[in-house]
């Protein structure tokens, strides 16, 4: 309970931080201040006048703070200073989209990294462990972009199996609700929805594969080092000399003693995945947070840049705390400070 | 614990199945052009969606020729003037007067923010006209109040007055008679919109949607924009003249030219913008493209900002004209694929001079100039190249490059400026460029869309007049070719302006490019506007 | 290596020695040094090592394909680029950049990360563990975003991107030191030194500094790493450098406008990149094995 | 019939650079309800002995034995599957550390119930299987002397003090009911009240259980009070072995009598305050042992001859492998039958 406590205090202390900084943001950026916070460049000095009474320019920091957080709660983020559209509703459509390519990869990452990380760990120094450790350094010493630019001009230009860009062809008017493409898909009325979905997969792909490899290889490396670690401590051996079989050592003390120590390592590769799925996104013009991000720094969009900034990270910590607090209380042994070193 | 041994042999197979079979998904392309459907890959987000506002042909292309229509169309391959929402009309002798008869029976768009209650009348003409004419109209200073093309010909003040005589006839009066008035009615900018939609939207005290959420007579309705994402059209089903094209009409907004030729390539694109120079030699290989091309009426140039010193001094600007070599640049940046520009009319206009003067190419006369004007010799200036693509310069970013090391010979640093697109033009209207590599695509036949738009003094303000450069005895030539309708008198007339151009030099006319037009294979009638901008409505899809 | 000698005591290398000897017996990792070393002379001797001035344009000779091509010429060993530079000297000082910068953006954090995790380390109580927790949090927060917020306020350009780098850097380095120094104070050497008066910074950096440093090596592979690859990436959506400075991962993006008539301008700047990387990787797995295996021992 | 029997055991161990014999011509046997005590100082290589025996070897060492044979079956080269049973059901190792060699991530009392073999259970729904488990485990530790079992079955490994987890490991170990109980030096760095706890518990272990214990110390007080016969090894060779009072009273090998001279309460006769008896020198390390008898440099009474691997010979089951045993004239020791190979000659 005082673990939870603890937590909650941390992730209150973060978010605070994290709007405080986005708050002075405006500040710093430079150009006209009213226009970094309301997003309306004003055309005349009465239309300026009135926008400062409406942000509070004119009063204290203080009430400025309060009215940022107050305006943030009810949902009014601003406005974009290059097409002047609702950053809330930009938002809702662009993050989603991010969100589906960072989920698919991390479950191609877990399902298919960890088990195999097991199994090189476990069955060492053999032909099938050989070619995983050179498959995970490869992996992850690739930078993301040229792997993408790979795939494209093999799978997209040389063989046209795949489309390039986007997350579904034009031609499907998808309303976006949820802004998962599959479950709008779902949703929507359009006629022939099988070819949707068909279309849907195929510009998922190469995307999904090309951010989930370097992850998946960062997987394997973590857990096969931890699992051939944890198969040399004493307690193993203790199990072995009471005569169990090497799987149900693997299962009973080595799966979750290896794991304990790798969760925080793991959490720390989302923050990577999310900066690689940014990445990925201005290749595929896939139309996620990342690239919508991109352009707003191309177009000094500062309203757009501030709030993506807070929601992003927002995300990214709560998701991070969680994790750990999970980690933390689910592993009794761990002392305050131990974690496993790469 | 027999289980436990079955659940993890299990676990691996099932996963070697789904990432086998998600690779044979790979190969089943999804085929998807048997819908009536067609993307088009533009190259930047248009500024609006009312091309009276902006004069970049990206806003043209998305909303002129699809949304709007004009009173008088230009026919594409001739050139001459053709009869649009105007059936006819009738020229005074004076040349002062000039009456249009419209066409009735023409629907405005239907569609979800708005529905027409009449067709198209009078009234729509002279609210379209009125609203960037007259100063006080209650529209005039919706959107910005700047209306670019009309304010560099300073047409508000040519007209007298634009009267509607009946339900379909209207009759505009001028102060002094104007050749070029009527091409100037066939532009893409003089579209005309629905007044009923406009009162309506003041009523609601929502005016700016206007530019927003378009409503016209054109082939095809607007249905949604994503910024930086796509822009989708429906067909106009009773659009009055017979229509063929296809039911759905997406732009795809893709800024990088390779980008849109990969999805040219892998189909996802049906026709392309402004493909780069270097792919045309691709696309003629490759038999699922084909590649339209036309002599272009453009032109591509290097304007200095003559507002500033010290550009304001002829000798310099004429300096570093001599300094950079013209026939280097068309290779590598036009491969080949351009003429060579003397002067601002390129060969398929009937003013083109080709006896017009041209500078060569001279770093030693250049350097003696310079040190005349006594410019230091590191004397640093730079060059702003726009970031998108244009037939009449493909790469503004290579072209700025090669002149950097040329103008390095003659002693002076070079850095080279880009911004987003529509920050680059804004920038530049307020002249805060030294010089810039930029052009001008001509919206109708007629010289003086070259001549009065580029380099007038009224043309400044409105931004078209990039080289900031503001010459009375220049403006008084321009003048007298608009009084008189005999082409030889205003040849004449420009010839003068050439010459006065080649001793002022406010910029170097550098190519006339072609203008191509890269689509799929089973793509057919698509023409290729000499004015540049995209047709969609006579498109049609061979079924494979 | 029986060595035969007539004293007593053994021949016990020195630990350096030690990890150098059970690094060289695996030959990946020792290729991978020799990679790292070709790279580090790149960037150290690029002016000499490049033909010709990367900045030079022959305009007629574009796009010409590197040599092992039917016509290319030996005169351009990698060919040239759209306005006839050449591709091979581009490389050398694109590496130079790259690896240059990263090598500095290492340098900087490892300096101020263990500086500040020494402090968080030795004063404990409530201050440290806030300062660790958010360090924590801050480490969490993608590099790509505090990167774009950096170019937003200060602009584009290598510098500003260095920076960002650099701030998302500094949190693993001070968490590991600050979780090495907190075990480091429990242990009885340090209480000693204590009793003979030694002040704290005196103890950390006699007795618990040398005792990280292999553990900061590593970790510093990992990051410098972490550093290429984000340092190109920013580059090739040029937040990082700008045009007139040459480096990698913008010569990708600029390569990507002639990609069809010029398939190499994309591989060339993607492959350096690669195999700095890797090398970079293996040399720190192969540290990584021959640390574990000396303390096994 | 020894229950267990190994012959000349030797183990290579490859450190990388060089191939290093470990142990050399192990020999030791053990008999139905015997306590056994294999001595030695630390680094003799005692713990080694006892992994090979178990056969939790990493694949960089390699054995080769004459012979090591659990009741007439050849343990070497039996299938792993086989070896697994016998090691299920007869032999338990209870091992140095105890914390470390409990899981830490799960609780003490599910560790000790997965260790009750199936068969004990009779069959029934899993939650009556699950009752009976629990009463099983209670059971066990009560018989190994703990008495609040609610406390320490669901408390985790980290939380439990040193002697009561040895306790619990005795417990593991005798879930299976084995025949043999290998006890690695489990009485290390423990107070003297719970070591003698112990070493009554296992006294009566063997008494009631008749389960023959191989203690492997080099505390020797607790030897004498407990273990049957001994063996005395050093630097990875058995120098001596036999009845403990035939070695007490009259040591063959220098070494076993320095070993015994070190320990001050064996001699009676000590004069207060006189130095004790130590054997000049260190135990050379695995890379550097020296050729013949390791004991060689070190050793009081050494001569040219011990340059030879000297021969294991035996008095009436009292084994030494030296060429010049104390406390034996000269001639009746090179007369002394040789333990060789083959004979099987019983101690």
């Known amino acids: 309970m005082k673990l939870f406590i603890r937590y909650l205090n941390l992730m209150v202390v973060t978010i605070f931080i994290l709007l405080l900084f986005s708050f002075i943001l405006p500040f710093l950026f430079p150009g006209d201040l009213l226009t970094n916070i309301s997003g309306i460049s004003p055309q005349s000095n009465e239309q300026r006048i009135a926008l400062e009474q409406v942000y509070k320019l004119d009063q204290s920091i203080f009430h400025q703070f309060a009215f940022y957080i107050e305006s943030l709660l009810d949902g009014n983020w601003g406005v974009s200073t290059s097409d002047q559209s609702n950053l809330l509703h930009e938002l809702l459509l662009a993050f989603p989209a991010t969100l589906e390519l960072v ?24 032909p099938l462990d050989f070619s995983v450790v050179t498959f995970s350094i490869v992996g992850y010493s690739f930078p993301v972009v040229w792997l993408a630019l790979i795939f494209i001009t093999i799978f997209c230009l040389q063989f046209q199996w795949l489309p390039i860009s986007g997350r579904i062809d034009l031609l499907f008017d998808v309303p976006t609700e949820t802004g998962f493409i599959l479950i709008d898909i779902a949703r929507s009325g359009i006629s022939n929805k099988a070819d949707a979905y068909l279309d849907a997969l195929h510009h998922l792909i190469l995307p999904t594969a090309s951010v989930a490899i370097v992850t998946t290889a960062l997987f394997i490396r973590f857990t096969r080092r931890s699992i051939m670690d944890v198969m040399e401590k004493d307690y193993i051996i203790a199990a072995k000399s009471r005569g169990f079989t090497q799987r149900q050592i693997f ?45 707003a720094i191309y177009q000094q969009d500062y309203p757009a840049i501030r709030i993506g900034m807070l929601v992003v990270s927002l995300c990214v910590m709560a998701l991070t705390i969680t994790i750990e607090f999970i980690t933390r209380a689910m592993n009794p042994a761990r002392e305050r400070a131990e974690s496993a070193t790469v | 614990m027999a289980l436990r041994r079955s659940t993890f042999k299990s676990g691996l197979c099932v996963m070697m199945i789904t990432a086998i079979s998600t690779t044979l998904l790979g190969c089943a392309k999804p085929s998807l052009n048997n819908i009536n459907a067609m993307t088009y890959c533009s190259e930047s987000n248009p500024g609006s969606f009312n091309p009276q506002l902006d004069t970049s042909s990206t806003t043209a292309d998305a909303s002129a020729h699809q949304i709007y229509d004009r009173l008088l169309e230009f026919n594409p391959s001739n050139g001459l003037i053709e009869p649009g929402l105007a059936s006819s009309w009738l020229v005074s002798a004076d040349g002062l007067t000039y009456t249009f008869q419209l066409r009735s029976g023409v629907e405005f768009h239907n569609t979800s923010y708005f529905s027409p209650s009449r067709t198209f009348n009078a009234d729509d003409v002279v609210f379209s006209i009125d609203r960037w004419r007259d100063k006080s109209h209650p529209y005039h200073h919706v959107n910005g109040g700047s209306y670019p093309y009309f304010d560099s010909l300073r047409l508000d003040e040519r007209i007298k007055s634009v009267e509607r005589i009946n339900g379909y006839r209207v009759e505009i009066t001028l102060y002094i008679p104007d050749s070029s008035f009527l091409a100037n009615l066939a532009t893409d900018f003089s579209v005309i919109l629905s007044e009923e939609y406009a009162i309506e939207l003041m009523t609601n005290g929502r005016p700016a949607d206007l530019d927003r959420f378009p409503i016209g007579t054109g082939p095809y309705k607007f249905r949604e924009f994503r910024q930086n994402q796509h822009i989708r059209f429906e067909r106009h089903e009773d659009y009055f003249l017979p229509t063929t094209g296809p039911q759905q009409l997406v732009f795809d907004i893709t800024n990088k030219g390779s980008l849109r030729m990969a999805k040219l390539i892998t189909g996802e694109c049906d026709a392309v913008a402004f493909p780069s120079q270097s792919d045309l030699a691709v696309i003629q290989e490759r038999e699922e493209l084909t590649l339209l091309q036309k002599p272009g009426l453009n032109i591509g140039f290097w304007a200095f900002n003559a507002s500033k010193a010290p550009f304001d001094n002829p000798k310099v600007r004429r300096a570093l004209a001599l300094a950079i070599d013209k026939t280097s640049l068309l290779d590598a940046v036009y491969l080949g694929q351009a003429t060579r520009a003397k002067s601002l009319v390129p060969s398929a206009s009937w003013a083109y001079q080709s006896t017009a003067k041209e500078l060569g190419y001279n770093p030693v006369r250049a350097r003696e100039l310079l040190d005349e004007a006594d410019v230091p010799n590191d004397f640093t200036m730079n060059i702003w190249a726009m970031p998108v693509q244009r037939a009449y310069n493909p790469n503004a970013m290579k072209m700025a490059q090669l002149m950097k090391s040329y103008l390095a010979d003659v002693g002076v640093n070079v850095n080279i400026v880009s911004y987003d697109w529509n920050i680059f033009r804004e920038n530049l209207r307020l002249g805060m460029h030294d010089s810039v590599l930029i052009g001008w695509n001509a919206d109708n036949g007629d010289p003086d869309n070259f001549y009065r738009p580029l380099l007038t003094c009224e043309a400044i303000p409105s931004g078209t007049n990039r080289a900031m450069w503001c010459n009375p005895e220049y403006d008084e030539l321009i003048e007298q070719a608009l009084l008189t309708d005999d082409f030889a008198l205003r040849t004449a007339f420009y010839h003068q302006a050439n010459k006065l151009l080649f001793e002022q030099m406010p910029l170097v006319p550098i190519a006339h490019a072609f203008q191509y037009q890269a689509i799929r294979a089973d793509i057919e009638n698509m023409e290729v506007n000499p004015f540049g901008g995209i047709r969609f ?8 | 290596m029986q060595r035969f000698n007539l004293y007593q005591e053994e021949y016990h290398p020195s630990p350096l020695i030690n990890i150098w000897l059970e690094f060289r017996r695996s030959h990946i990792a020792l290729a991978g040094f020799v990679l790292l070393v070709v790279f580090l002379v790149i960037t150290l001797l690029a002016p000499l090592i490049a033909p010709f001035d990367p900045y030079l344009q022959n305009t007629n000779a574009i796009l010409l394909p590197p040599a092992w091509e039917p016509n290319g010429t030996v005169a351009h060993l990698l060919g040239t680029d759209s306005l006839g530079r050449d591709i091979f000297s581009r490389l050398v000082y694109g590496c130079r950049t790259t690896f240059g910068s990263s090598l500095l953006i290492v340098a900087i954090s490892v300096f101020i990360g263990v500086g500040l995790g020494a402090l968080a380390g030795v004063l404990s109580g409530l201050r440290s563990s806030v300062v660790n927790h958010l360090l924590d949090s801050i480490m969490s927060i993608p590099t790509l975003l505090i990167a774009i917020v950096m170019v937003a306020i200060l602009g584009t350009g290598l510098g500003n991107a260095m920076m960002a780098i650099t701030l998302a850097l500094i949190p693993q380095f001070v968490h590991q030191t600050r979780t090495f120094v907190r075990n480091e104070l429990q242990k009885d050497y340090v209480l000693l030194d204590r009793l003979d008066g030694a002040s704290s910074v005196r103890i950390f950096i006699h007795s618990i500094l040398p005792g990280m440093v292999e553990l900061i090596v590593v970790q510093a592979t990992i990051a410098l790493s972490i550093a290429i690859i984000d340092i190109s990436a920013l580059g090739f959506l040029n937040l990082a450098a700008q045009d007139p400075l040459i480096e990698l991962g913008l010569s990708l993006s600029q390569g990507l406008e002639v990609a069809y008539v010029a398939p190499w301008l994309i591989i060339l700047p993607g492959l350096c990149i690669f195999l700095m990387v890797l090398s970079v990787n293996v040399v720190g797995e192969g540290l990584r094995s021959a640390l574990r295996t000396r303390l096994h021992h | 019939m020894a229950l267990l029997d190994i012959k000349n055991l030797t183990l290579y161990i490859d450190t990388g650079s060089t191939t290093v014999k470990a142990l050399e011509k192990v020999n030791l046997q053990l008999n139905e309800g015997e306590i056994r005590a294999l001595v030695g100082e630390s680094g003799s290589g005692k713990s080694l002995a006892v992994r090979c025996i178990i056969g939790a070897i990493p694949d960089y060492w390699s054995i080769k034995a004459d012979r090591i044979t659990y009741q007439g079956q050849d343990l070497l080269n039996m299938s792993y599957e086989q070896r697994r049973q016998i090691m299920r059901r ?44 629990k009463k099983i485990a209670i059971s066990l530790i009560h018989r190994v002397g703990i008495k609040e079992h609610e406390q320490y079955l669901n408390a985790y490994p980290h939380e439990i003090p040193k002697d009561i987890s040895q306790k619990l490991m005795i417990a593991m170990a005798l879930a299976s009911e084995p025949k043999i109980l290998i006890a690695d030096d489990s009485t290390r760095g423990m107070e003297s009240t719970t070591k003698s706890q112990i070493l009554r518990l296992l006294d009566k272990l063997n008494k009631t259980k008749n389960l023959a214990i191989l203690f492997v110390s080099h505390d020797l007080l607790a030897i004498t009070s407990v273990a049957h016969t001994m063996t005395v090894l050093y630097c990875g060779q058995t120098v001596e072995s036999g009845k403990v009072k035939s070695l007490l009273r009259r040591p063959l090998h220098p070494y076993t009598k320095a070993l015994l001279d070190s320990a001050p309460s064996f001699q009676l006769s000590l004069p207060t305050k006189s130095p004790l008896a130590t054997l000049k020198g260190t135990i050379p390390t695995l890379q550097h042992l020296p050729a013949g008898c390791r004991l060689g440099p070190r050793c009081p009474n050494a001569r040219k001859e011990c340059v030879q691997t000297p021969v294991p010979r035996a008095i009436q089951e009292h084994t030494y492998s030296c060429h010049f045993p104390l406390h034996v004239p000269e001639g009746i020791a090179k007369r002394a039958p040789r333990v060789s190979k083959g004979l099987g000659a019983n101690d």
Do not use: C
């Open chain 4, 90 to 133: 007869e032999i338990a190792v209870v091992f140095q550390e105890p914390t470390s060699s409990l899981d830490p991530s799960v609780t003490v009392g599910e560790q000790l119930e997965e260790s009750i073999p199936p068969e004990f259970i009779d069959k029934g729904w899993f939650w009556q299987q699950n009752r009976q488990r």
């Open chain 1, 251 to 295: 299962f009973k003390h080595g799966l979750k003693n290896a794991l304990l120590p790798i969760l925080p390592l793991l959490v720390l590769q989302i923050s990577t995945l999310i900066t690689n799925v940014m990445i990925i996104e201005t290749i595929f013009s896939w139309p996620g947070i990342g690239r919508w991000l991109i352009q």
């Open chain 2, 537 to 544: 409505d006579s498109v049609t899809r061979t079924k494979k």
């Open chain 1, 103 to 126: 989920a698919y990869a991390l479950l191609i990452a877990v399902v298919i990294g960890i088990p195999v990380g097991f199994l090189s760990g476990l069955k060492n120094h053999n």
